[in-house]
């Protein structure tokens, strides 16, 4: 029979390279603004439904404009998770 080996209960922390810890904080960036994008879409979203289904069911003249550059924002944000854009846009 075989003795078993142990485990020593040092653990050894692999450390990225300078390029792939880039990328990393770049992609952390894109995804924390794409958040903030969808977030913002999600916002404009509930305003609408709120307001339409409201008594009145009246909207502003700039709601329609502000949920349309909230779009292109999110468009914007998540295309820089991608950048062949083959995914967004």
Do not use: C, I
Request: charged residues 30%; without cysteine; proline residues 4%.
């Amino acid at each position: 029979m075989r003795p078993r080996s142990r485990a020593t209960g040092v653990t050894s922390r692999r450390v990225l390279p300078e390029r792939s810890r880039l990328t990393l904080g770049r992609t952390v960036a894109a995804l924390r603004r794409s958040r903030e994008a969808l977030v913002d879409v999600e916002s404009q979203l509930g305003d609408l439904l709120t307001r339409v289904r409201s008594p009145r069911g009246s909207l502003d003249r700039g709601a329609m404009d502000r949920l349309a550059g909230a779009k292109s924002r999110a468009v914007v944000a998540m295309a820089s998770l991608n950048p062949g854009g083959e995914l967004f846009g």
